[in-house]
């Protein structure tokens, strides 16, 4: 019999084992793993994202997300525009030439997850789907709680 603790512990080792594979792709496309995450979240999402939307996104402080974003404006593959009604915020415009380089950092990674999502059975989708949409509110919660 299966204890409710050794079904947790499975869960942490197989986020962490997820967090392995995202690691090695982002080590793969040269890019720091907070990196990775700015391109990736931009190119999955396809909108523009102001650098605090970002940070809210992909979990990561301001202090991280700025100098990437700076790097990418300075590397003219962005550029940053000023929302008229709240000139603090920036919003994230892709240069044709950074959607070509984020195209070309995360495109393998997306095809990879995405091919390998739909290699599984139905309702292993549909259970991955449920399972995430229950646990994730409840997660969020429960670490605000803590803070």
Sequence with gaps: MVHKEDRFDGLVRKINELSGVYRNAAARSGLSVNEFWVWYTLMTERREFTQ???CAYCGLPKQTVNP????????????????PLNRSRKRIRLTPAGRDFG???VAQAMTAERSAFLALPEEHQRAALTFLEAYLPLLRSRVDAEA
Excluded: F, H, P, Y
């Design 103 to 105: 195209e070309k950092l």
């Design 52 to 54: 605090q939307e970002i």
């Design 68 to 83: 990437i974003v700076r790097n990418m404006v300075r590397g003219k593959l962005a550029t940053l525009e000023i929302i």
